[in-house]
C-alpha cells in the first residue's frame, strides 16, 4: 500500500507541471485510483477478519488468500451439505467423466459444475505448483 501512495504521489508531481484540460483530468484520476485503492485494502481486511471467523483454516492453505477463500465459502454455501468428497468434486466441475465408448479406462475433465469455485481451486492449485517444490503440496498437508 505505501508503494502504490508513492507511486501516486511521483505521478501527481508529474502531472502538476500541465496546467490545462488535460493535466487537470489525469490529475483528477489519479485521485480517484487512490480513493479505490484505500477503499479495496479496507474491504479485504474485513474480508480478511469474516473469513477467519467461519473458516479459520482455509487461508492456512497454502495458495489461498482471504479472497480466493471467501469466494470458496460463499460458493461452496456450507461444506457439510455434500454427502462425500466426490459429490463435492462434482458440484465443482474437478470429477473427471469417463469416456465410455473406448476399449479401456479413460476420463476426460469436466465442462460442468460451480465454474467459480472452479477457478477459485484452480488458483490455489496453480500456486502451489509455482510457489512449492514438487512433493512438499502433499507432505505439508498431511496426506
Not at 479459520?56 to 470458496?72: E, F, N, W
Request: hydrophobic residues 40%; proline residues 4%.
Amino acid at each position: 500500500m505505501l508503494e502504490l501512495a508513492s507511486a501516486y504521489d511521483r505521478v501527481e508531481q508529474h502531472l502538476a507541471q500541465f496546467d490545462r484540460l488535460v493535466g487537470r483530468l489525469a490529475t483528477n484520476l489519479v485521485g480517484h485510483c487512490r480513493r479505490l485503492t484505500t477503499e479495496i485494502a479496507e474491504l479485504t481486511a474485513e474480508i480478511s477478519e469474516r473469513v477467519e471467523q467461519v473458516a479459520p483454516s482455509l487461508p492456512a492453505v497454502a495458495g489461498c488468500g482471504a479472497l480466493t477463500a471467501a469466494k470458496i465459502i460463499g460458493e461452496t454455501a456450507g461444506a457439510d451439505r455434500f454427502r462425500s468428497k466426490d459429490a463435492f468434486a462434482r458440484h465443482n466441475g474437478t470429477a473427471p467423466l469417463p469416456v465410455r465408448p473406448s476399449n479401456r479406462a479413460r476420463h476426460r475433465l469436466s465442462r460442468t459444475g460451480n465454474r467459480q469455485l472452479n477457478a477459485a481451486l484452480h488458483r490455489i492449485a496453480i500456486t502451489q505448483a509455482r510457489c512449492r517444490p514438487a512433493g512438499t503440496i502433499s507432505q505439508a498437508q498431511g496426506w
